[in-house]
């Protein structure tokens, strides 16, 4: 499978429609591949926490319908990264999704763990409720959305649902770079999972959008500018890692993790 990592910046001032356009360029300049990964929030802009609202879009909306062309001339998958959705009701979502060759919509993911911490999205946006595994011609996927990195339950809940790919949009700072290394490394080593992740890049962001297979192999990771990072990977790696060494096969799920303590004093 050749995957190709477009690492993106949002510059502020830059409108969202001419920020499409160039982003059409680099995607549509990935060359051939079989799937396209996008940033978290990208055409937003991540710190752009004012114009959430404005730049907010339906579903079908033109971030959706961009994505869908460039699948279409590519014929390979494109993750579009997340874009901010207002749903029928009008919440805010922070929605990640997945895209066939044919442009047709193979998995959504609505952003789950939404970061507060020095940050605004948890005031802006609703989080998500649903965590779902499909199928999709590159396998078993799911997705999940930056900060939901630090929060391993939901990923052992995407494995025990079947995944084998998981893709990682996210706008994570420079100044936690060393965390999103740990992190990406061990959800893909501790789930057994190959585990696609982008980045954004620019002021505040750190790049090294990477790719990590189960054993902790690197097998691609970008810099800190804007630009495409390229790899071949062969998703069979999942199931050979899973058989020859069969941690998951080992869980013990029977355990009380109650307070005994307290209880004997009953």
Not at 139 to 157: N, Q, S
Not at 165 to 183: G, K, Q
């Amino acid at each position: 499978m050749r995957v190709a990592l477009v690492q993106v910046s949002s510059p502020a001032g830059e409108p969202v429609g001419e920020r499409r356009e160039r982003v059409g360029d680099l995607v549509l300049g990935s060359g051939d591949v079989d799937l396209v990964v996008l940033p978290e929030l990208w055409a937003a802009g991540y710190f752009s926490f004012d114009a959430y609202d404005a730049e907010a879009e339906p579903f079908e909306g033109p971030t959706l319908d961009a994505a869908r062309g460039w699948a279409r001339e590519l014929d390979a998958h494109v993750h579009l990264g997340s874009f901010v959705e207002r749903d029928g009701n009008g919440r805010l979502f922070n929605t990640a999704v997945l895209l066939s060759p044919a442009g047709e919509v193979e998995h959504v993911y609505r952003k789950i763990h939404v970061f507060g911490y020095r940050s605004r999205e948890a005031e802006l946006l609703t989080p998500g409720d649903e965590a779902e595994v499909a199928s999709t011609g590159l396998g078993r996927v799911a997705a999940t959305t930056c900060y939901d990195l630090r929060f391993p339950e939901l990923w052992r809940g995407l494995v025990d649902g079947g995944a084998h790919i998981v893709i990682v949009p996210a706008a994570w700072p420079a100044a936690r770079l060393e965390h999103w290394r740990l992190f990406t490394s061990c959800r893909a080593v501790e789930e057994q999972v190959l585990l696609i992740a982008c980045n954004a890049a620019g002021a505040e962001l750190g790049g090294h959008s990477r790719v990590v297979d189960p054993w902790g192999a690197v097998l691609a990771e970008a810099g800190t500018e804007e630009g495409v990072t390229r790899c071949d990977v062969d998703p069979a790696v999942v199931g050979r890692a899973r058989e020859e060494f069969p941690v998951l096969a080992d869980r013990r799920t029977d355990l009380d993790f109650s307070d005994r303590r307290a209880s004997s004093h009953v």
